[in-house]
Nanobody
């Protein structure tokens, strides 16, 4: 069992940066693939980024107005924490951001993840 708690969200202006953190409980954190998802009002939850168990492999959403090149996912297994560095934020990035964990390989579908945090709100004003 893994419990996840996100932090670091807030209200920023377009072009600013934020760093989200997700602290995990449990001794098996390093075994899990970790991901970040987001959900804007009235929209489905969408994949943002994922990292494998040791951070050596990372994956980013590849949709229109992608986060790739602006967001960076990383993890510190010694601190049971995964991060999402978000730069050059846009108003379209406004959403609740969720941290998620799963065993096994990378996945981009939210339904493939077993553990979820409560979410942290990111609001970007233009």
């Amino acid at each position: 069992q893994v419990q996840l708690v996100e932090s670091g969200g807030g209200l920023v202006q377009a072009g600013d940066s934020l760093r989200l953190s997700c602290a995990a409980s449990g001794r098996t954190f390093s075994r899990y693939t970790m991901g970040w998802f987001r959900q804007a009002p009235g929209k489905e939850r969408e994949f943002v980024a994922s990292t494998n168990w040791n951070g050596a492999s990372t994956y980013y959403a590849d949709y229109a107005d992608s986060v790739k090149g602006r967001f960076t996912i990383s993890r510190d297994n010694a601190k049971n924490t995964v991060f999402l560095q978000m730069n050059s934020l846009k108003s379209d990035d406004t959403a609740v951001y969720y941290c998620a964990g799963k065993s096994g390989r990378y996945a981009a579908r939210w339904s493939d993840y077993d553990y979820w945090g409560q979410g942290t709100q990111v609001t970007v004003s233009s």
